[in-house]
């Protein structure tokens, strides 16, 4: 056992990234100790995809992340790609599924990935201290950890604490703030991945609705579900393009995507049915009642005229929305900003100001889209800072 003097490298957060930098590290030989003050290893993966942890996706590259420089996630997800972490799980024997887009799920539970990530701790010999707080950190030649359990010293520190979502399961603005005492700049942070409210006037009354929708802040097209919420909307177009969306901002929702509604109900000159009968085979009643004007509704589609198919068109295709707020920490997924990557290398996740310390993971500001993303970028992130510690 070493003396608490004795580490090579101090892992703080013993999540995704944490847990596989330290086995990355362990397995060239460093002494690696991982500090976490939780008590439960990796509570957020337990709960990742509904359980199922969706542990990677197959097309993930740089187009699929948010930063301020999009270009900073390209080496590390180059040099360990998603492949590379589906080797380690089928090496294993976890079972898993694919899923639409490319999302790649355990069959079982998300536990066989924390079981993957402790096992391999434990065989390259990694030291995994859980409770343990810390209380500060400094350094000069090497860094002082002090804790609860008394003081580490190391060569090297990586701080893997993660992001502000869930506090309830361990989430803090530790390395944040560890980041800002060593002179780093950080990206103003946000939930990101989370449901949206609407004001008052704006929401439907339709809880457990859920359609395929298009739906866009300032970035990207998602089609994907969107569920009808108690304050406002969800599902994962509505999170995608939470990331993408800034208080004050509009967001846009096309509820008939790949449909042209308005040439198909210009061809419909002989329909007698009523408009809001007629397109119940493409969207559920009350929605299509919530949202188009009665009197447009109850017409005979034989008898809309352009102004009236015009208005059709923009309630159910052009729907225009104003977000008062995200579902905050507490709904969201994943934290968008966080340490900037202006002075920290892509190689190694090292600070460009203090030689010797790195930050992992979701702590950095880049941020994964939904579908296995966030997941890859702990990896890669992990696996290039535990090469080269
Ligand atoms: C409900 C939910 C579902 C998700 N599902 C998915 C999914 O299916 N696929 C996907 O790709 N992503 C998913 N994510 C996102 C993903 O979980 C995170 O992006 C990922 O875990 C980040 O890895 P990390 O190692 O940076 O942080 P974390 O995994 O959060 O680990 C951080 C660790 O640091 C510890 N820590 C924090 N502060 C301190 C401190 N002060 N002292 C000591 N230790 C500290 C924490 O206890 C924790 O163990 C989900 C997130 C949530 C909230």
Redesign the pocket.
């Known amino acids: 056992m070493p003396r608490v003097s004795d580490w090579d490298v101090c892992i703080?957060?013993?999540?995704?990234?944490?847990l596989f930098c330290a086995a990355t590290a362990a397995r060239r030989g460093r002494r690696v100790v991982v500090?976490?003050?939780?008590t439960i290893?990796?509570?957020?993966?337990l709960?990742?995809?509904g359980g199922r942890?969706?542990?990677?996706n197959r097309s993930a590259t740089a187009e699929n992340y948010l930063s301020a420089n999009p270009h900073f996630c390209r080496s590390a997800l180059a040099r360990f790609t998603p492949q590379d972490f589906l080797a380690l799980v089928e090496a294993r024997g976890i079972a898993w599924e694919e899923r639409r887009h490319g999302q790649l799920f355990c069959v079982h539970s998300a536990k066989d990935i924390v079981a993957l990530l402790l096992d391999a701790c434990a065989e390259a010999g990694v030291t995994l201290r859980w409770g343990?707080?810390?209380q500060g950190v400094a350094h000069e030649d090497r860094f002082r950890i002090d804790t609860t359990h008394g003081p580490y010293i190391a060569e090297r520190l990586v701080v893997?604490?993660?992001?502000l979502?869930?506090p309830s399961?361990?989430?803090?603005d530790?390395?944040l703030r560890l980041a800002r005492q060593f002179g780093h700049g950080l990206v103003d942070t946000a939930p990101a991945l989370a449901p949206l409210l609407l004001p008052a006037h704006e929401r439907l009354d339709l809880p457990g609705i859920a359609v395929d929708a298009e739906v866009r802040a300032d970035g990207p097209i998602f089609r994907e579900n969107l569920l009808f919420t108690h304050g406002g909307i969800s599902g994962p177009s509505v999170l995608q393009a939470s990331s993408y969306w800034r208080p004050g901002r509009p967001l846009h929702v096309d509820l008939l995507p790949g449909h042209d509604l308005a040439a198909a109900l210009g061809e419909a000159r002989a329909v007698k049915a009523q408009l809001g009968n007629h397109l119940a085979d493409l969207l559920p009643r009350r929605l299509l009642q919530a949202r188009l004007p009665a009197a447009i509704a109850s017409k005979p589609v034989s008898q809309l005229s352009r102004a009236d198919i015009a208005a059709a068109v923009a309630a159910l295709t052009g729907w225009e929305l104003h977000p008062e707020a995200t579902g905050g920490w507490l709904k969201?997924?994943?934290m968008r900003g966080g340490v900037d990557t202006a002075e920290l290398s892509s190689q190694t996740m090292e600070s460009r100001r203090v030689p010797g310390l790195h930050f992992?993971?979701?702590?950095i500001d880049v941020t994964?889209w939904l579908?296995?993303?966030?997941?890859?970028?702990?990896w890669a992130s992990?696996h290039a800072c535990g090469m080269a510690v």
């Open positions: 703080i957060g013993g999540g995704a990234a944490g500090l976490d003050h939780a290893p990796g509570r957020k993966i709960i990742s995809g942890c969706n542990f990677t343990v707080q810390v893997a604490t993660g992001g979502p869930v399961i361990g989430a803090s530790f390395g969201a997924e994943v992992i993971g979701e702590v994964g579908g296995g993303y966030n997941f890859q970028w702990a992990g």
